[in-house]
């Protein structure tokens, strides 16, 4: 069967379209400074031609913008003119950005580059290099695209749809950012339950979307005298959150990112209601990376806290197994065995370790069972 399609992006890379361009234009200091510079290359990317700016220095969201949509200066063709506040602006622009527009399908030919353009999508391609992102190659297989790049000099791979989120992510979180120090207003805890709905379904782009812009300003809202003094149910509200949330970035192989997001929710979570499933998630996370000895605190945690007993012994007993624990992972494997986990989990396990210890496995099952309660 023949490979997945490799095609190199170095041909239709993109950065620094937008320092270029700002050598041309005699304003692009002062417009920068203003608008902000990310939202004046908004501008240009939706094809939002401003005109004039009537500043307003007591408040700068209310300056005046006026711009022109549709304008082709080569054609002659003025555009239309609109007006709007700096505040309105940004948020015309962002929401024009973060539709998923449609996209071209699959190139067939390494070659194609209107194809592969089409495919990876137009603005993805100038507002990668806003973010650090410089695009390599795009990987066409059987289980769809994947798109490999080098984020601030580190090497990632992202399946494209993912790669499409996480750059809308970055520019919801461009308007959030503007937009504090009110920064609980980024929050909508609204959101949850539409986020639990697509986390059921298995739909982690959908969670990324809808609370990827969380983790910034919950971290910073945390440290304030406000978050410290927070009610338990809206605690727990936003642990839930973020545990939907690093539970996708897991599952969309942001490994890191994921775990970070975790260990936030735990912070909000402290002892209450959500605690239990965000140490079980971690731990989980964690073990599956490779990393049975770190998993074993956080999996500890979610048992003492009364996660699920079928989930979390059998990966308790496996973390200890991995680490030559046998007798902690004997214990682990007979509360599982009380608690219902299913066999299939805890008996390999228990076979690992019956064939470690030899003879004294059984001597030590019956020590366990007759101590134990």
Known sequence: M???????????RTDGWF???????????ALCDIIGARFFAFAMIT????????????????TLVEFAVGADEEAGIAGEPQRLTLSEFRQRLVNALV????????????TDIEAVQL???????LLAP?????????KIGADGSKIVLLHDGVSETYPLPAFRARIRTHVREELERVRRPAARSAIDLGRVTEAETAAAKSDHIRVLELLGAWPAPLAIFLRTPEGQLLNPEARARIALGLGLLGSACIALGENSKGEEVLRLGIQYASDGSAAPGLFLRLGEAIASD????ESIGPL??????????????????????????????????????????PAAKLDPIAERLKAVMGPAFESWERAISAVAP
């Open 99 to 110: 539709l998923d527009e449609p996209h071209g399908p699959a190139p067939t030919r390494a």
């Open 19 to 29: 320092e270029r361009i700002g050598e041309g234009i005699g304003s692009f200091q």
């Open 119 to 125: 495919h990876i999508g137009v603005r993805y391609l």
């Open 47 to 62: 094809g939002a031609r401003i005109t004039s700016l009537t500043v307003d220095r007591r408040l700068p969201d209310n």
């Open 300 to 341: 500890r945690r979610a048992a003492n806290l009364g996660a699920s007993p079928e989930t979390v012994w059998p990966l308790l007993a496996a973390a200890f197994l991995s680490r030559g624990r046998h007798l902690a992972a004997l214990g682990a494997v007979r509360e599982g065995r009380l608690a219902g986990a």
């Open 130 to 138: 806003l973010y650090g992102y410089a695009l390599s190659e795009l």
């Open 290 to 293: 490779g990393r049975a000895g």
């Open 2 to 12: 023949a490979g997945p399609l490799v095609v190199s992006l170095q041909a239709i």
